[in-house]
């Protein structure tokens, strides 16, 4: 059994659940679910970044200790991610005892071995990104992620070793035999972090004076370590790091951490080195996924056109609102969210076209076959190429699913859907019912079959919706991909219930 260790990033608590995280964490569930289908020991870490100044700051604000004002917003998180249906293995946090503990240990090691001196650190600091800025960085003076000027800072700080780590991560990224290896994608992404890296790297101030809301220094307790070291050990503390060596090895490297393209860089570069600072593996693979804007404007609180989860929940269900987030712009790429193209989508590929198909197959095994599938005779050249393209599909998704590409995973099911809906009308089963029941018979078990299918095709994606359609079809929790799991005179439900009500597109363009 091949274990997979897939990893959202843990989301800064200054903030609530919008529709950003949910995309990260969807995509990041999509992939687990499709790994524990193919029977790998999957792990499934999101959680929350607690530490640092912005949070410090906006506890102070609402009048509350730091703790308190976690604990409240982490609770957001949890039950967002419950609506959604996200099946993380573990929720880290970084409050957490056992996080801190292992983030201690973890600097101590690297103190040990040579590689964090102190040092006065003078500069540009973002509260917003928690990160030191320069000039280049900014946009007439400000930075661009958050339209803040960033505060200037000097103060008495430990610096990591950084740029000793130059040549071996620049080895890392571009050498497959390097021990090392490690992937950054999409190909652009990468190259962007090949080129700043070749420009050359400076050592990095891993611990604040002047801040007590964080982890304290084992070496110095009168610092804490800053918020993006702290928060990038999730990863090895959630599994293990270093209580517990045996689990901790058996996850560890992961396979892949999933995130926005703006905190490409620390995860690239900053994390990967101080694992070689302690001896340990880069992570396998490390996905940069786009920005979106929402009906062509950027998102942001002073144009109140944030999207929260569960906006999508209440407008879609969650498991459709999971698909049309995901299946709308290749991953990796820019897109544009637009909630009046969710409805027309989830009315056209949802409620008509796979609805509809589960709906009229099961009306006609009731109608015709007194509710039980039967047994196919002969094949004809139709039914063939049907099946042939059902078990097709899961070749298309896993390859889809391996590069990331929901939409071309998607795109596989949605051929089968219409190829479907296409053998309905060919093969026109109320005209067999009168003429031919025998090759009525064979039809309606090659579309109840490879309706099936497309359910645990689905999986992945809609978790309930997968079930309810095997539910209809009488083939409760038959998540298995090969030809043949609905037995003839298996029964299906006597009263279909569609899967997609349908969304009035008025109510929609009011909003
Ligand atoms: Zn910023």
């Not at 007590?212 to 999730?234: C, S």
């Not at 144009?303 to 049309?324: H, M, Q, T």
Request: aromatic share 12%; with cysteine; charged share 20%.
């Amino acid at each position: 059994m091949a274990k997979y260790y897939i990893t959202t990033p843990i989301y800064y608590v200054n903030d609530v659940p919008h529709i950003g995280h949910a995309y990260t964490t969807v995509a990041a569930d999509v992939l687990a679910r499709h790994h524990r289908r193919l029977g790998d020991d999957v792990f499934f870490l999101t959680g929350t970044d607690e530490h640092g100044a912005k949070i410090a700051e906006a506890a102070t604000r609402h009048g509350v200790t730091p703790k308190a004002y976690v604990d409240e917003i982490v609770e957001r998180f949890k039950s967002a991610w419950r609506a959604l249906e996200i099946s993380n293995d573990f929720f880290i946090r970084t409050s957490d005892p056992r996080h801190e503990a292992g983030v201690a240990a973890f600097l101590e090691t690297l103190y040990n071995a040579g590689d964090i001196y102190k040092g006065v650190y003078e500069g540009l600091y973002c509260v917003g990104c928690e990160q030191f800025k320069t000039e280049e960085d900014l946009v007439n003076g400000l930075c661009p992620y958050h339209n803040l000027a960033p505060k200037w800072y000097s103060e008495e700080n430990y610096f990591f070793r950084l740029s000793k780590y130059q040549d071996a991560l620049l080895n890392a990224l571009t050498d497959p035999s390097d021990p090392n290896h490690y992937l950054v994608n999409p190909p652009a992404r990468l190259n962007e972090v090949l080129g700043k890296l070749r420009l050359g790297l400076t050592d990095v101030s891993i611990s604040r004076a002047s801040l007590t809301w964080g982890v304290p220094l084992p070496f110095d307790p009168n610092q804490v370590v800053y918020v993006w070291v702290d928060a990038l050990l999730n990863y090895i503390t959630a599994i293990g790091y270093p209580a517990n060596p045996a689990e901790f090895h058996h996850y560890w490297p992961a396979n892949l951490h999933l995130m926005a393209k703006d905190i490409l860089w620390f995860h690239a570069i900053l994390w990967p080195a101080m694992l070689l600072a302690a001896g340990l593996r880069p992570p396998r693979e490390i996905f940069a996924h786009g920005f979106f804007t929402i009906g062509g404007q950027r998102m942001s609180k002073t144009l109140g056109n944030v999207i929260a989860p569960s906006d999508l929940v209440e407008k879609f269900g969650a498991d459709a609102a999971r698909y049309l987030l995901l299946t709308d712009f290749p991953f990796g790429t820019d897109g544009d969210v637009n909630l009046d193209g969710f409805v027309n989508r989830y009315n056209a590929e949802l409620a008509n076209d796979l609805g509809n198909l589960l709906n009229r197959t099961v009306s006609m095994v009731n109608r015709y076959l007194g509710s039980a599938v039967p047994a196919p005779g002969p094949a004809e050249a139709a039914d063939q190429e049907l099946k042939a393209m059902a078990l097709a599909m899961f070749e298309q998704m896993d390859r889809a699913f391996a590069g990331l590409e929901f939409v071309a995973a998607a795109d596989a099911v949605r051929a089968v859907v219409a190829r479907a809906n296409r053998y309905v009308e060919e093969m026109a089963p109320w005209k067999l019912a009168r003429t031919d029941p025998a090759r009525l018979a064979t039809v309606l078990a090659y579309l109840a079959e490879t309706e099936r299918l497309i359910a645990v095709a689905l999986w992945p994606f809609m978790p309930t919706i997968s079930e309810r359609m095997l539910d209809q079809l009488g083939a409760n929790n038959i998540l298995t991909p090969g030809w043949g799991g609905i037995s003839p005179g298996t029964r299906v439900a006597e009263q279909p219930r569609p899967l997609f009500p349908r969304i009035e597109t008025g109510a929609s363009a009011h909003r």
